[in-house]
């Protein structure tokens, strides 16, 4: 089994820099949508929320990240999550719509633009309000709910003219996807050979599978088999242009996730280091870093 490699994050800003050293050239965007501090934006639960990116030019280089990772590049969509869509009334927007806001879409959002020099960002912190209730009632308050704390719970009403009133409310604990199993497999020509990846996740994550940069689908002696939480890639006839890495993604609503996997060849060194995700551009591994580092 290969494994994830996890960045070290003293690293971080000397790969920043080597990365940034690398970027192509690009154009200027308004400085004054990107020289300023974070702009704060309150929606309703349910409601649907529009946060401004506004460019220079239609040529430039633009993409919106938040804590889970990249949701747009350019016009190619990463996100899996349907409510969210491209907001561009005229050529030169780059807004984002979310639709049907819930409270875990609250957070820190970054516009990110390559210039000609240096990316340049721009970040909305979405507040999100939940809906009022009303009535006299009693509430379990949970600070910093963790998944652990998810299942069943009682709540019990009784008074001196009748018996107690109980009733249980089913508490859903919603999380992005972690890899928890992947395994690589030796295969010999004209065999059939599986891939297996495994992630926990609430919701249920969506899986895909890439070779290189190229997404992989059931056809041509593959198959794709994705249950709850576990998917397999199968090769039916194993042949020499089947050897190599793939990468497996699991992702919902709050995230994504990958991990690398090796179809090898009987004998061959199984150990293949590193861990092998989607083709990235270098100004968008650049700018998915800087908004590492700025927490956002």
């Not at 974070?38 to 401004?52: E, M, Y």
């Not at 990846?197 to 969506?206: G, I, K, L, R, T």
């Not at 198959?223 to 199968?234: A, F, H, N, R, V």
């Amino acid at each position: 089994m290969v494994g994830r490699v996890q960045p070290d994050r003293k690293q971080l800003p000397l790969v920043l820099l080597r990365l940034l050293c690398l970027l192509p050239t690009g154009l200027p965007v308004r400085s004054v949508d990107f020289n300023r501090g974070t702009d704060n934006i309150t929606v309703r639960q349910g409601d649907t929320a529009i946060l401004r990116c506004v460019v220079e030019d239609k040529n430039s280089k633009v993409a919106w990240l938040n804590r889970s990772g990249i949701i747009f590049a350019g016009h190619d969509k990463w996100s899996l999550d349907p409510r969210v869509e491209l907001e561009k009334r005229h050529s030169l927007e780059y807004s984002l719509r979310i639709q049907k806001v819930d409270v875990y879409d609250e957070g820190s959002y970054t516009c990110s633009v390559q210039t000609q020099h240096e990316p340049k960002t721009s970040q909305v912190y979405l507040i999100v309000q939940g809906r009022e209730f009303e009535g006299e009632e009693e509430y379990l308050e949970i600070l910093g709910i963790t998944r652990e704390q998810s299942g069943k719970y009682e709540c019990k009403a009784a008074n001196e003219v009748s018996s107690a009133d109980v009733k249980q409310v089913k508490v859903t604990v919603n999380y992005p996807p972690t890899i928890t199993e992947s395994k690589s497999n030796e295969a010999t020509t004209g065999r059939q050979a599986s891939l297996k990846c495994e992630a926990s996740a609430v919701p249920a994550p969506d899986f895909e599978w890439y070779r290189d940069d190229t997404r992989i689908n059931s056809a041509n002696g593959l198959e794709i088999k994705s249950t709850e939480g576990q998917s397999s890639l199968t090769v039916t006839n194993v042949t020499e242009e089947h050897y190599g890495n793939y990468t497996c993604v699991a992702a919902n609503k709050l995230g994504v996730t990958n991990a690398s996997l090796v179809l090898f060849r009987p004998g061959s060194v199984r150990g293949i280091n590193g861990s092998i995700s989607l083709a990235v551009p270098l100004w968008l591994l650049a700018a998915s870093l800087l908004c590492l580092l700025s927490k956002c």
